[in-house]
């Protein structure tokens, strides 16, 4: 599976856009962009998928470059309760191991 | 609903004691996962399970063994306790042709003193 990097924290207004980069310029044409994300110690939470086209879902976007060596999950309005930390993870449909590495801590600022 | 769960939530062992972590899921996955989770520090994959009777090392294997036996079932032992492993263990399940999510259970955590 590709490797992933994404900065350690971040933090966000209320309200306003959260926008969580990845790169993964190791991934290869079969390989998925996943983001889950982790609020305090709970069990991590799927957010949503993507191959080559953008995908949009109740919960958030994910936007993937054309040469699909990055990608961006926006939450559209952030919450005091979207305080986590968030992963982004590549890997087949098919595969049978998650690496999911340290991750984003995002903090939502009232 | 069940989804993942995983017993118990909270224990205290001593060095050199052993222990069984119990997962079980009701979502007919063929996929199942034990993770581990130090403070502060990302998840790592323990041991991982494709299929009743399959069992593969993940990153950090040492100190622990798994089976399966059932489609359900995937229980976490370990033997001689030591305080490197006090964590908080994730075991988690995953259907490759329902997309792969992997659905997560609440975890455990385990205190070794």
């Known amino acids: 599976d590709a490797k992933t990097t994404q900065p350690t924290s971040m933090d966000c207004a209320e309200g306003r856009a959260a926008n969580l980069p990845c790169n993964h310029s190791?991934?290869?044409?079969?390989?998925?962009v996943y983001w889950y994300r982790q609020i305090h110690s709970q069990g991590p939470q799927y957010i949503i998928h993507?191959?080559?086209n953008n995908e949009t879902n109740e919960m958030a976007s994910l936007i993937i470059t054309e040469d699909r060596k990055s990608s961006t999950l926006i939450l559209p309005h952030a919450t005091l309760r979207d305080t986590a930390v968030y992963y982004c993870?590549?890997?087949?449909?098919?595969?049978?191991?998650?690496?999911f590495g340290t991750g984003t801590s995002l903090t939502v600022i009232p | 609903n069940a989804g993942v769960t995983q017993t118990p939530k909270f224990r205290i062992l001593k060095i050199g004691q052993s222990m069984t972590l119990q997962c079980t899921q009701d979502?007919?996955?063929?996929?199942m996962y034990w993770y581990r989770q130090d403070p502060g520090m990302g998840l790592k994959l323990i041991y991982y399970?494709?299929?009743?009777?399959?069992?593969d090392k993940g990153e950090v294997p040492n100190g622990y063994n798994v089976s399966r036996s059932t489609t359900e079932d995937f229980p976490l032992r370990l033997e001689l306790a030591a305080p490197s492993q006090t964590s908080v263990y994730f075991c988690?399940?995953?259907?490759?042709?329902?997309?792969?999510?992997?659905?997560f259970g609440e975890g455990s955590w385990l205190t070794v003193v």
């Open positions: 988690a399940s995953s259907y490759p042709s329902s997309g792969n999510t992997i659905y």
């Open positions: 190791t991934i290869s044409g079969n390989e998925y």
């Open positions: 993507g191959l080559k």
């Open positions: 993870i590549v890997r087949t449909k098919t595969g049978n191991q998650f690496y």
């Open positions: 979502m007919n996955h063929n996929y």
């Open positions: 399970s494709v299929g009743a009777g399959i069992t």
